[in-house]
Antibody, heavy 120, light 107 residues
Framework: QLQLQESGPGLVKPSETLSLTCTVSGGSISSDSNYWGWIRQPPGKGLEWIAIINNSGTTYNNPSLKNRVTISVDTSKIQFSLTLSSVTAADTAVYYC????????????WGQGTLVTVSS | DIQMTQSPSSVSASVGDRVTITCRASQGIRSWLVWYQQKPGKAPKILISVASSLHSGVPSRFSGSGSGTDFTLTISTLQPEDFATYYCQQASSFPLTFGGGTKVEIK
């Protein structure tokens, strides 16, 4: 059974860069029909898609994050990563790593999520 | 961007009730609509993809319908474990977008 697990700092200072890694277990990261990505949820609010990437390096980003996002995949480590630059308090959220099926248009499974707080 | 509008934002219901949640897209998305369930402190879980296809392991009391701009999620007989927040998501075009959520609460 495919499982995803986020890791990274829980506290980031304003103007700095948030970096998260997702480790995939129980399956391959190399399927061409799958993308790997990130979704976030500010406390008490709804879901916001951030970005996805496939094993060929094709990426799609949410323009609302104004080029602050970098997503990458390391197939040898079965990991993918997110960096978000110039963070502010508005970037405080639970960050989920996900698999995106391009054939069904859905996110499944999801990691358990990791809370990242932006504060000095 | 395609805006997804869910209604109601919350609904109070009793065990055994039939509950219907609506999701409207700001432009046509054919059947590229997904439904998720989220319980407090947990990650969302997929219920339905391509508007009406029940995900493996999801109880048959959940059903989805619609195409174009108007979609519904129906819980035929509400169970205690169904009290949660439900989100729709469109997969027709980037950026992928979610509805604002519908919280199903105990009456």
């Amino acid at each position: 059974q495919l499982q995803l697990q986020e890791s990274g700092p829980g506290l980031v200072k304003p103007s700095e860069t948030l970096s998260l890694t997702c480790t995939v277990s129980g399956g391959s990261i190399s399927s061409d029909s799958n993308y790997w990505g990130w979704i976030r949820q500010p406390p008490g609010k709804g879901l916001e898609w951030i970005a996805i990437i496939n094993n060929s390096g094709t990426t799609y980003n949410n323009p609302s994050l104004k080029n602050r996002v970098t997503i990458s995949v390391d197939t040898s480590k079965i990991q993918f990563s997110l960096t978000l630059s110039s963070v502010t308090a508005a970037d405080t959220a639970v960050y989920y790593c996900v698999r995106y099926s391009s054939s069904l248009g859905c996110f499944d499974p999801w990691g358990q999520g990791t809370l990242v707080t932006v504060s000095s | 961007d395609i805006q997804m509008t869910q209604s109601p934002s919350s609904v109070s219901a009793s065990v055994g009730d039939r509950v219907t949640i609506t999701c409207r897209a700001s432009q046509g998305i054919r059947s590229w609509l997904v439904w998720y369930q989220q319980k407090p402190g947990k990650a969302p879980k997929i219920l339905i993809s391509v508007a009406s296809s029940l995900h493996s392991g999801v109880p048959s009391r959940f059903s989805g319908s619609g195409s174009g701009t108007d979609f519904t999620l129906t819980i035929s007989t509400l169970q205690p474990e169904d009290f949660a927040t439900y989100y729709c998501q469109q997969a027709s075009s980037f950026p992928l977008t979610f509805g604002g959520g519908t919280k199903v609460e105990i009456k």
